[in-house]
């Protein structure tokens, strides 16, 4: 592993300029992309993978959504398909089961997450999503990349405090 990605726990994203901002990323940070246009989302996704992968780490892509892919393969990204049509338990059920077989210290990078609202017709159980797997995440001691389309409404019945990840959005 390059020691010089990894300094004391600090993970480098790909982009120089958002690493100074940032000061780099922390083992278990949760990273969600507020995109205009899902177009937008790869520049960072693809820079992650990168950087991670250089850095000895193990990097998984989960793809599930009807969108084109966020990454193409390449050696050292694992892609794992993940359909999300059988509904929320299956599909976080799936995600649990890889996060616990992949182990400690993994990157993840997901599909736009705003297509499952699409698939599921609600985003309480996109709610629900955040609220089961970002502290399972958090705890194995991955970094994971998220995309949210910006102006997707919330439904204003989920208390905000049930999104900590999305809070940030919602008041801006």
Known sequence: MDTQGVIANVIRSGLAPLDELLQ???LGDNVVWQVDRLE???YFAQAFAEQTIND???CVYLSFAAHAAILKPRPGLTIIRIDPSPG???FAGEVHRIIEE???RVC???DNLSDLVDEWATDELLANFFQ???PYLFQVDAVAYFALRRGQRLDPNIPLHRWPELQAMEQG
Do not use: S
Request: net charge neutral; hydrophobic share 30%; charged share 30%.
């Open 24 to 26: 780099g990323l922390r």
């Open 40 to 42: 937008d989302y790869p």
């Open 56 to 58: 000895g780490f193990d």
């Open 88 to 90: 929320f338990d299956y």
């Open 102 to 104: 992949r182990g400690r």
């Open 108 to 110: 993840y990078i997901f």
């Open 132 to 134: 089961v797997t970002c």
